[in-house]
């Protein structure tokens, strides 16, 4: 919100903790890439496969991707189309590099 306001959010992989608490304040969608999870309903929310991918993006205002997309290569899909927010510790190296922002509360 300090930063973006109230953006419609892409949420790019599935992260319970992060998704429950962002529900109650943030409109957004997620994409992920586990079968077993692609449309449960998770927070009140649809959890949406790959396939809704370029829907999801064209919705939203802001990303908020795992650092997995960088492993799996899901991150040319979205990369430098919209401000991006990366989350997890697989990111962390890749961020700091290109200096992409990254979100890690206890991160140093």
Same mark, same amino acid.
């Given at each position: 919100?300090?930063?973006? %306001?109230? #953006? @419609?959010?892409?949420?790019?992989? *599935?992260? #319970?903790?992060?998704?429950? +608490?962002?529900?109650?304040?943030?409109?957004? @969608?997620?994409?992920?890439?586990? @079968? =077993?999870?692609?449309?449960?309903? +998770?927070?009140?929310?649809?959890?949406?496969?790959?396939?809704? /991918?370029? =829907?999801?993006?064209?919705?939203? =205002?802001?990303?908020? &991707?795992?650092?997995?997309?960088? $492993?799996?290569? /899901?991150? &040319? =899909?979205?990369?430098?189309?919209? #401000?991006?927010?990366? *989350?997890? $510790? /697989?990111?962390?190296?890749? &961020?700091? $590099?290109? %200096?992409? +922002? +990254?979100?890690? #509360?206890?991160?140093?």
């Amino acid at each position: 919100m300090e930063h973006f %306001g109230k #953006p @419609r959010i892409a949420f790019i992989g *599935y992260q #319970p903790a992060m998704i429950e +608490r962002l529900s109650a304040s943030f409109e957004f @969608r997620v994409v992920d890439l586990d @079968r =077993d999870i692609i449309g449960a309903k +998770r927070f009140g929310l649809i959890i949406e496969g790959p396939e809704s /991918t370029a =829907d999801v993006l064209e919705w939203s =205002d802001i990303i908020l &991707a795992t650092g997995s997309t960088c $492993v799996n290569n /899901t991150i &040319a =899909d979205f990369l430098n189309k919209k #401000p991006v927010i990366f *989350y997890g $510790v /697989t990111i962390a190296g890749f &961020a700091f $590099v290109y %200096g992409y +922002r +990254r979100f890690c #509360p206890y991160g140093k």
